[in-house]
Antibody, heavy 119, light 111 residues
Framework: EVQLVESGGGLVQPGGSLRLSCTASGFTFSSYEMNWVRQAPRKGLEWLSYISSSGSTIYHANSVKGRFTVSRDNAKNSLYLQMNSLRAEDTALYYC????????????WGQGILVTVSS | QSALTQPASVSGSPGQSITISCTGTSRDVGAYNYVSWYQQHPGKAPKLMIFDVSSRPSGLLNRFSGSKSGNTASLTISGLQAEDEADYYCSSYTNTSTLYVFGTGTKVTVL
């Protein structure tokens, strides 16, 4: 069974940093591209970041470019999101999401981890 | 890259069919057959319902179907049931540095 479990969320002050982790199981993690997607309270979904299976190709949404960095450790079956210079508008539920096999969609989602940016 | 446009709400009676539209541009929906649809119940993670415009994940009921014409994609739910009441989001791959874009979301209400 495919499982994606996020961790590392919590309350952080504006301007602060946080590192989210996602531990994958039930599939060959190193073979799949991965993403981060977030959802602000009572709002829609927003794609944030993509990383290729090897980690060599990365894309970020304009809203987080220069502040957030996605990375992965295939030996540890783990995906990460380093978030710096956090703002109130970054408050959201952050999902770790697997890319579909040889296509472009999101087939498995974690349960999400809440990040709250507030003083 | 702006969000894809969906109606805020769609409603129908049990047994009826409803259709949700998803309008983008020639840089996303119109550029590729990489439109997908997600169902989200309150407090739950989104669930994949349709991928590659009209393909269904294995095990998913055939009451859900997808299509696309030009820059607009559609999700049709046939034989509407109470458990179909949820938020639905479309998504598309894009040919910009914003790799993916989501729709604004549609709340489906079963009357």
């Amino acid at each position: 069974e495919v499982q994606l479990v996020e961790s590392g969320g919590g309350l952080v002050q504006p301007g602060g940093s946080l590192r989210l982790s996602c531990t994958a199981s039930g599939f060959t993690f190193s073979s799949y591209e991965m993403n981060w997607v977030r959802q602000a309270p009572r709002k829609g979904l927003e794609w944030l970041s993509y990383i290729s299976s090897s980690g060599s190709t990365i894309y970020h949404a304009n809203s987080v470019k220069g502040r957030f960095t996605v990375s992965r450790d295939n030996a540890k079956n783990s995906l990460y999101l380093q978030m710096n210079s956090l703002r109130a508008e970054d408050t959201a539920l952050y999902y770790c999401v697997r890319d579909g096999w040889y296509s472009r969609y999101f087939d498995y989602w974690g349960q999400g981890i809440l990040v709250t940016v507030s003083s | 890259q702006s969000a894809l446009t969906q109606p805020a709400s769609v409603s129908g009676s049990p047994g009826q069919s409803i259709t949700i539209s998803c309008t983008g541009t020639s840089r996303d929906v119109g550029a590729y057959n990489y439109v997908s649809w997600y169902q989200q119940h309150p407090g739950k993670a989104p669930k994949l319902m349709i991928f590659d415009v009209s393909s269904r994940p294995s095990g998913l009921l055939n009451r859900f179907s997808g299509s696309k014409s030009g820059n607009t994609a559609s999700l049709t739910i046939s034989g509407l049931q109470a458990e179909d009441e949820a938020d639905y989001y479309c998504s598309s791959y894009t040919n910009t540095s914003t790799l993916y874009v989501f729709g604004t979301g549609t709340k489906v209400t079963v009357l």
